[in-house]
């Protein structure tokens, strides 16, 4: 069974960079995403990354900041935050880009303030 594991978030100050790592327990050739989501919000789509790297797709809050990469051989889906906003507040999860989804993992929050 596939479990989606998140690391990286953390705390910074706008303008700067965190890096979000989901590790897959399984290897996978689908599509990859990661959502953000408010409290009280639905998930929303960040960023998807075909299989192989490309192509990549953003939302245009986050296009020309986050970068979403993947290596396959050690099960891994990055995506770099850079320039953060306040407004990138939010918890953060990985998992397919469509289709049925996996069982969500439990996050990883970031948070943007001065």
């Known amino acids: 069974q596939m479990q989606l594991v998140e690391s990286g978030g953390g705390s910074a100050q706008p303008g700067g960079s965190l890096r979000l790592s989901c590790l897959m327990t399984e290897t996978v050739f689908v599509s990859m995403a990661w959502y953000c989501q408010d409290p009280g919000k639905e998930r929303e789509l960040v960023a998807s990354?075909?299989?192989?790297?490309?192509?990549?797709f953003y939302a245009d809050s986050v296009k020309g900041r986050f970068t979403i990469t993947r290596d396959d051989a050690k099960n891994l889906v990055y995506l770099q935050m850079d320039n953060l906003k306040p407004e990138d507040t939010a918890v953060y999860y990985c998992?397919?880009?469509?289709?049925?989804?996996?069982?969500w993992g439990q996050g990883a929050q970031v948070t943007v303030s001065s």
């Open positions: 998992n397919k880009a469509s289709g049925k989804m996996w069982a």
């Open positions: 990354i075909s299989r192989g790297g490309t192509p990549t």
